[in-house]
């Protein structure tokens, strides 16, 4: 397994210099131009050329690709044109909520989505069965931002039972207590997952409920209780953390909507903000960190197969 | 019998009357944090170098201008105890007030002034208005408060042009302004003499200001952005909450005291809303369609005519600005001194069947006409495809290009890439401010009559003899110029009525970048 995974790290490289060369360019080809963007829209076309001068962007593209290469291979991402700080810090900054809210949402989609799928496959083709199905449907088809809005009128401006939006860090201020700015943008994100999540552990289980060793196990007289979670569960569950897996990582790399929508300052909004800048180190530096972020969440996910199946061992 | 009861209980009395004037007079207190909800954070705050509001709104806490604007919109003295031109108008001395310190303690002098008015004047975004006209900043060598600027000629908007904050000539230390180039200045730089310090900032979280407790506030009572100046509540909070819908109910629910830029036809429902003021921030702002008079088809004088005689901009405007908004060609709102109908006669047509006419008459045969509008702002998006539908059925080939406004900012700098784009404009407190007489801006109206207009605008002292001219330039405008404009519209800021005093209607008018001195939580 060891060796297995040490192959997989260095399998990486290529792809990281993949993403470092084609992040270079590949906003470099998005027409406008940062320094207009920061001047605002009444400077003059001069003064946007004298700003582009003094921030190096009228250097030869190559001479801009091996500087921004050299800083990385020091462990630098550079510094943000938008924020006007180094990436590295707005990053480990924008994580913290972001990072906050991809593990609530997925806490509240897992608590959601796999009792409701279960209880779903047990109860096939009853009323019951149906319902959660609907409810999937409707989990999976109500927009994040309308889902979002609806929840704030209810449990803030009418209950007041919790914020309407915003985020103060735990980690600078010490008050765990904040955690309550991302309970409903988790629980927005999380009811669209659940559903997902829902019917697909309803497909797998109806299917690992079919197989032989499930009959089996009845046959020795195991509680029906202990069928479905010990057994058939813990066969179902390989595609749902291919699932998992992928959604967590994609939570990593921001929920636009629902940051937006609840004033996260996470990385999805951070991505959003520096693509309407053109703030190119930003960017840069985001698609670099999302990129190894994936690799090495596809990686754990390809190891906890090995942990909940030991008929599949890597070598 | 009163009397007598009087006599006999006083306190009783003297109670009575505590407690029904406390309920009449609306106490001003020290203390508390105001949450202002914004659209987003600002890119930074050297608004010197920056034209975009939430910089202007936040940054005027913290830097303050030679001059501000009263409530008329008229330029009078912040940071200046008094000036005179000489009677040739070429030569301006000034005197600062005394004791005016910065937040790092230091006091202001005529150093820091210089030093700012030429960092102002070579990479500042108005500077580029007044630099040609300036000759020398010269220091008085007998007291540190004293200063003159000597022009080429009398250069009558310097006044207004020293009190407009967004992208202007603020006070920065010396020791700033001196190395600061065309990049912002870093945050540890940000130290003026205004009401407010700034404290600390957290990208997508907060901008936080706090009471600067030493502030020189001016004095008189308080007129526009000027007169005094109390800085009641402790600390400005302000949060990034790009969402509309959100900030609203983010003041409903508690979480915010004040909420920017809301979407106009939310104003029904929010004026009725007992819990809630609205203000509608004045003067008016405006959207404009410029054309390209470098090359392409709208250099046709005839043609631009026809585009602009077939709109209608009833709809446009409401689709725009939803209920607030007015019918007004002119450059300046009514109730303006500035204000003229000169030119007017041609504003709102809505004749598409005489503009095609005289668009075939100026030789239009259905080309392709590429008007470029931005998506990232409500304002112009809703403007632009009401123009491009009403143009299209007007008969006109019309290409809408729709990009985010960095594109546009790119695009509208080649006269090769459009005909047509759409722009904001927001009120200014003097002509010279307005961007289409800036012959570098895209539109680039750059004729030797505007030329001449605008240089005798600029040179002539007297307000009756500049406004003769005035009128002229604003009929020019509709004869030649480079940009339609489509009307008045108002942006719709809210705020608790439970929770804040001092920034109700009755007690500030609402101004475009709404400020916090002189509110206090209740």
């Known amino acids: ?315 | 019998m009163l009397r007598s009861w009087i006599h006999r209980s006083p306190w009783v009395v003297a109670l009575i009357l505590l407690v029904a004037i406390s309920g009449v007079v609306e106490a001003q207190q020290y203390g508390g944090t105001l949450r202002v909800a914004t659209e987003g954070d600002p890119v930074h705050l050297d608004l010197m170098i920056v034209t975009a509001s939430n910089a202007s709104t936040i940054g005027q806490h913290v830097f303050d201008t030679l001059f501000v604007l009263d409530e008329n919109s008229a330029p009078i003295p912040l940071l200046l105890e008094s000036y005179e031109r000489s009677e040739d108008g070429t030569y301006v001395s000034f005197t600062l007030r005394q004791g005016v310190l910065f937040h790092n303690g230091e006091e202001l002098d005529a150093g820091d002034v210089i030093a700012s008015l030429r960092r102002w004047l070579e990479y500042g975004v108005r500077g580029q208005v007044m630099a040609p006209h300036v000759v020398d900043i010269l220091a008085s060598a007998t007291d540190k408060y004293k200063f003159s600027i000597v022009f080429s000629a009398p250069f009558a908007p310097m006044e207004n042009l020293f009190a407009w904050n967004n992208g202007g000539p603020c006070i920065y230390l010396q020791e700033v302004a001196e190395v600061a180039g065309a990049e912002p200045i870093a945050e540890a730089d940000y130290i003026g003499t205004g009401p407010y310090k700034f404290a600390e900032w957290v990208p997508g979280q907060y901008l936080r200001l706090v009471r600067f407790d030493d502030y020189q506030s001016p004095r008189g009572a308080s007129t526009g952005y000027g007169g005094q100046r109390n800085a009641f509540i402790d600390e400005l909070l302000f949060i990034p909450v790009p969402e509309a819908a959100t900030r609203v109910a983010g003041v409903r629910a508690g979480d915010y005291d004040y909420a920017i830029r809301l979407p106009q036809d939310l104003y029904p429902d929010l004026q009725a809303n007992l819990a809630i003021n609205t203000h509608l921030l004045t003067p008016p702002s405006f959207m404009q369609i410029f054309r390209n008079t470098k090359k392409g088809l709208m250099v046709n004088d005839k043609l631009f005519q026809a585009i602009r005689m077939a709109l209608d901009f009833e709809p446009i405007l409401q689709s725009t600005y939803g209920t607030l908004y007015e019918l007004n060609g002119a450059l300046f709102p009514p109730g303006s001194i500035w204000y003229s109908d000169a030119g007017t006669e041609l504003y709102n047509r809505a004749d598409p069947e005489a503009a095609m006419a005289l668009a075939r008459e100026a030789g239009y045969n259905g080309e392709t006409i590429r008007y470029v509008v931005s998506t990232t702002y409500h304002e112009h998006y809703n403007t632009g495809t009401v123009v491009a539908d009403q143009l299209t059925r007007a008969g006109f080939n019309i290409d809408l290009q729709l990009y985010d406004w960095a594109t546009v900012v790119q695009y509208r700098a080649n006269p090769d890439l459009w005909d047509l784009f759409s722009s904001g404009h927001g009120p200014v407190p003097d002509p010279t401010l307005i961007t289409c007489l800036n012959p570098n801006y895209p539109g680039w109206w750059d004729t030797a009559r505007k030329t001449a207009l605008v240089d005798e605008f600029t040179t002539t002292t007297g307000f009756d003899e500049r406004y003769a001219v005035w009128e002229d330039l604003q009929a020019l405008l509709y004869e030649e110029g480079s940009m339609i404009k489509t009307g008045d519209g108002y942006i719709l800021n809210i705020s608790s009525a439970e929770r804040v005093g001092g920034i109700d209607v009755e007690h500030q008018p609402a101004l475009l970048f709404p400020y916090f001195w002189n509110a206090w939580m209740k």
């Not at chain 1, 940062?34 to 001479?63: C, T």
């Not at chain 1, 909520?97 to 009792?115: D, E, K, Q, R, Y």
């Not at chain 1, 909507?257 to 960017?283: C, H, K, N, S």
Request: aromatic share 8%; charged share 15%.
């Open chain 1, 1 to 315: 397994m060891a060796g297995y995974l040490a192959r997989r790290f260095l399998a990486m490289l290529p792809t990281i210099v993949i993403v470092l060369i084609v992040s270079f360019f590949l906003v470099r080809f998005i027409p406008g131009d940062p320094a207009a963007v920061m001047l605002g829209p009444d400077a003059s076309v001069d003064q946007i050329e004298q700003l582009r001068e003094a921030m190096g962007l009228k250097q030869a593209i190559h001479v801009q690709f091996l500087r921004y290469i050299g800083r990385v291979l020091q462990g630098d991402l550079g510094h943000s044109i938008l924020f006007h700080r180094p990436v590295a810090e707005l990053l480990v900054l924008r994580a913290e909520p972001t990072a906050i809210l991809a593990f609530l949402s997925v806490v509240v989609a897992l608590c959601i989505g796999i009792p409701a799928g279960v209880l779903a496959a047990v109860k096939r083709n009853t009323f019951l069965d149906q319902a959660l199905l609907v409810l999937a449907l409707a989990g999976i088809s109500v927009p994040a931002f309308l889902l979002g809005l609806l929840i704030m009128l209810v449990f803030a401006v009418q209950l007041h039972w919790l914020p309407s939006s915003g985020f103060r860090s735990i980690l600078s201020s010490g008050n765990i207590w904040n955690i309550r700015y991302l309970l409903l943008p988790s629980v927005t994100l999380g009811f669209g997952q659940a559903a997902l999540i829902a019917r697909l552990t309803r497909s797998s289980m109806l299917e690992v409920l079919q197989e032989d060793y499930v009959n089996a196990a009845r046959a020795r007289g195991v509680v029906e209780r202990g069928v479905v979670l010990k057994h058939a569960l813990r066969n179902a569950s390989i595609p749902i953390v291919t699932v998992v897996g992928f959604t967590f990582a994609g939570l990593l790399a921001g929920a636009v909507v629902t940051e937006t929508v609840f004033a996260v300052g996470g990385v999805g909004r951070l991505v959003v903000e520096a693509v309407l800048a053109r703030d190119y180190p930003t960017i840069q530096g985001i698609m670099l960190v999302v990129a190894c972020m994936y690799l090495i969440l596809n990686l754990l996910t390809d190891a906890t197969y090995a942990l909940l199946d030991p008929r599949i061992q890597y070598s």
